[in-house]
């Protein structure tokens, strides 16, 4: 089975980005991709780093499958105004399958304790049940 790093980073940049939004809910907040991917060293050109370039992607996807809705990307640097559709909302707040937690509850202890496979598992069944709304 092929190592698919890029992957693992979109589940946990879509991740921390959906905890952004729930924690600023409903309040619009610019959301800094450097917050969520760490820190970015361009190059002597001033291009971004494809980790960063990766993060700021998984916004933009974010929104265009109807997770977040934002007024605009700032340069390559954040997303202005964000905040989570009602759909996204509503994935953020059904309980979990077993364990009664909410989703932003289980996306928080697996962002911050989980391992890759966790995380990849709790995102796939979120995407899979936002998808059911």
């Known amino acids: 089975m092929l190592d698919d790093l890029h992957i693992h980073d979109f589940y946990r940049d879509a991740g921390r980005i959906l905890l952004a939004m729930f924690n600023q809910f409903p309040v619009p907040a610019t959301v800094y991709v450097e917050d969520i991917s760490g820190p970015d060293s361009p190059d002597e050109y001033g291009l971004h780093s494809p980790r960063h370039l990766a993060c700021l992607g998984s916004m933009t996807w974010l929104k265009q499958s109807g997770y977040i809705n934002f007024s605009q990307l700032v340069r390559q640097e954040a997303m202005e105004d964000a905040v989570l559709t009602h759909k996204g909302f509503l994935l953020m707040i059904n309980a979990g399958a077993e364990s009664g937690q909410s989703n932003a509850q289980l996306l928080n202890s697996a962002v911050r304790e989980g391992s890759s ?17």
């Open 117 to 133: 496979g966790q995380l990849q598992a709790l995102m796939e069944r979120l995407m899979r049940e936002f998808a059911a709304l």
